[in-house]
């Protein structure tokens, strides 16, 4: 089978995804320090630093100021768009003692638990979730 | 010689490993992903008995971070210890390595042309540990050693599924040159459909996981021209974790026999897929 070599083109279709930020190689460059800032987390001495001054403690890293207000307010779609992953921004909302699925379901707009009930009833359908361009 | 005897696809979720660790298996939230592994338990005691497991998996975060991403990684240490992934370790025995038979895998791929990257000291996270809890439950030691293989599948791009499966079949004809006489199993973990990110995270796609498990099965061999964007697509972006599972199904030959397949959604975010495998002919 032939492989892909095009990278433009194999970027470009993610863009078409709905509702989802695929970690790709620009945004690992933008969030770099935001996600090595998360996985300091990681430490217990620093997530107590964290907690005990967040600002002071975000202002040791070399991140914009938007990531650094992402952050202080636990906007994880924002943080997805500068860059931040999951794994790493799960540093953060474990430290806030959040679990994946109370964490997960701020990024959609529901409620933990309708989210959870969602869940439970089998998920979120792919269907109409696959393509903005083909509405599928 | 070594021998591949079967190959195990599990998914890898870290809220099973809490339940167990936390004595929750019975609670009814749990019980039912669970059950679909008694029959493994039984079956790896009893009858499968493994020497090495070759454990494909995938590192969240936990020893890897983004300094460097290594796209497969084999780890040829004597021992790995437990991540603490932000609660302390899970309280899951050391794992103990395979190390002649890891360098000798090592060695052997980078001469077929799979340039590894080879690991000597790193500790394991959920990834790992959680299917050696599904299988062998509640141990003082774990009764397998574990060949780690960490597998990028965080930052894009991840290695195309069909180089996974070709990776499984340069493991197979390492395994196969190794002198001792070795009982080896290949584990597949992570996925199936999940997304844990974004407006969409919380999609599970169970007929498109189904068919993913039939087709590890048989001779064919077409999931290995699944590309990234229909995993992502289909299945959500951690999804993507299922070409994990290509490097076992290629490791385990031209054809497949299921003896034994379990699929639950959901558990916490995540649609939970197992499947046993042996190698037909
Ligand atoms: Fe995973």
């Given at each position: 089978m032939t492989a892909i070599t095009d990278v433009a083109a194999y970027l470009a279709e993610?863009?078409?995804?709905?509702?989802t930020r695929v970690f790709t190689a620009k945004r690992a460059r933008a969030g770099y320090h935001l996600n090595q800032f998360a996985m300091s987390l990681m430490k217990p001495e620093n997530r107590e630093r964290f907690k005990a001054d967040e600002r002071a403690y975000l202002d040791e890293w070399p991140m914009s100021e938007a990531q650094k207000q992402g952050l202080l307010d636990r906007d994880y779609n924002r943080l997805l768009d500068l860059g931040g992953n999951v794994y790493f921004l799960a540093k953060v909302f474990s430290t806030d003692g959040l679990s994946f699925v109370q964490a997960v379901s701020t990024m959609t707009g529901m409620s933990v638990e309708d989210y959870q009930a969602m869940m439970v009833a089998g998920g979120r359908s792919a269907k109409g979730a696959r393509s903005i361009r083909d509405k599928n | 010689m070594a021998r591949i005897t079967a190959g195990i696809g599990c998914s890898h979720i870290p809220v099973l490993g809490f339940a167990h660790d936390h004595k929750k298996t019975q609670e009814p939230i749990f019980k039912p992903a669970f059950d679909g592994f008694d029959w493994t338990r039984q079956w790896m005691k009893e009858d499968a008995k493994p020497d090495v497991v070759i454990l494909v998996y995938n590192d969240h975060a936990s020893f890897f971070d983004m300094k460097v991403i290594p796209t497969f990684a084999i780890g040829c240490g004597e021992r790995f210890g437990i991540c603490d992934e932000g609660f302390g370790p899970r309280p899951v025995p050391e794992v103990e390595g395979s190390p002649d038979l890891a360098w000798h895998i090592a060695q052997s791929l980078v001469l077929d042309e799979f340039d590894m990257t080879i690991v000597n000291e790193m500790d394991v996270d959920h990834g790992l540990t959680v299917p050696l809890t599904m299988m062998y439950g509640e141990v003082d030691k774990w009764p397998v050693k574990v060949i780690p293989l960490a597998v990028n599948?965080?930052?894009?791009?991840?290695?195309s599924g069909n180089r996974c499966w070709a990776l499984g079949e340069a493991i197979a004809r390492a395994v196969a040159s190794f002198p001792e006489d070795l009982n080896v199993q290949v584990w597949g973990t992570g996925g199936m459909s999940h997304q844990l990110q974004g407006p969409r995270a919380g999609l599970i796609n169970a007929e498109w996981d189904n068919r993913f498990l039939d087709g590890l099965t048989g001779d064919s061999d077409t999931l290995r021209t699944i590309q990234h964007v229909e995993y992502l697509r289909e299945t959500g972006s951690e999804g993507i974790e299922m070409v994990m599972w290509l490097i076992m199904r290629g490791a385990l030959g031209k054809s497949t026999r299921a003896i034994h397949r379990h699929y639950h959604v959901p558990v916490s975010n995540t649609a939970l897929g197992h499947i046993v495998l042996e190698p037909v002919g």
């Amino acid at each position: 089978m032939t492989a892909i070599t095009d990278v433009a083109a194999y970027l470009a279709e993610f863009d078409d995804i709905p509702g989802t930020r695929v970690f790709t190689a620009k945004r690992a460059r933008a969030g770099y320090h935001l996600n090595q800032f998360a996985m300091s987390l990681m430490k217990p001495e620093n997530r107590e630093r964290f907690k005990a001054d967040e600002r002071a403690y975000l202002d040791e890293w070399p991140m914009s100021e938007a990531q650094k207000q992402g952050l202080l307010d636990r906007d994880y779609n924002r943080l997805l768009d500068l860059g931040g992953n999951v794994y790493f921004l799960a540093k953060v909302f474990s430290t806030d003692g959040l679990s994946f699925v109370q964490a997960v379901s701020t990024m959609t707009g529901m409620s933990v638990e309708d989210y959870q009930a969602m869940m439970v009833a089998g998920g979120r359908s792919a269907k109409g979730a696959r393509s903005i361009r083909d509405k599928n | 010689m070594a021998r591949i005897t079967a190959g195990i696809g599990c998914s890898h979720i870290p809220v099973l490993g809490f339940a167990h660790d936390h004595k929750k298996t019975q609670e009814p939230i749990f019980k039912p992903a669970f059950d679909g592994f008694d029959w493994t338990r039984q079956w790896m005691k009893e009858d499968a008995k493994p020497d090495v497991v070759i454990l494909v998996y995938n590192d969240h975060a936990s020893f890897f971070d983004m300094k460097v991403i290594p796209t497969f990684a084999i780890g040829c240490g004597e021992r790995f210890g437990i991540c603490d992934e932000g609660f302390g370790p899970r309280p899951v025995p050391e794992v103990e390595g395979s190390p002649d038979l890891a360098w000798h895998i090592a060695q052997s791929l980078v001469l077929d042309e799979f340039d590894m990257t080879i690991v000597n000291e790193m500790d394991v996270d959920h990834g790992l540990t959680v299917p050696l809890t599904m299988m062998y439950g509640e141990v003082d030691k774990w009764p397998v050693k574990v060949i780690p293989l960490a597998v990028n599948v965080v930052t894009y791009p991840p290695p195309s599924g069909n180089r996974c499966w070709a990776l499984g079949e340069a493991i197979a004809r390492a395994v196969a040159s190794f002198p001792e006489d070795l009982n080896v199993q290949v584990w597949g973990t992570g996925g199936m459909s999940h997304q844990l990110q974004g407006p969409r995270a919380g999609l599970i796609n169970a007929e498109w996981d189904n068919r993913f498990l039939d087709g590890l099965t048989g001779d064919s061999d077409t999931l290995r021209t699944i590309q990234h964007v229909e995993y992502l697509r289909e299945t959500g972006s951690e999804g993507i974790e299922m070409v994990m599972w290509l490097i076992m199904r290629g490791a385990l030959g031209k054809s497949t026999r299921a003896i034994h397949r379990h699929y639950h959604v959901p558990v916490s975010n995540t649609a939970l897929g197992h499947i046993v495998l042996e190698p037909v002919g």
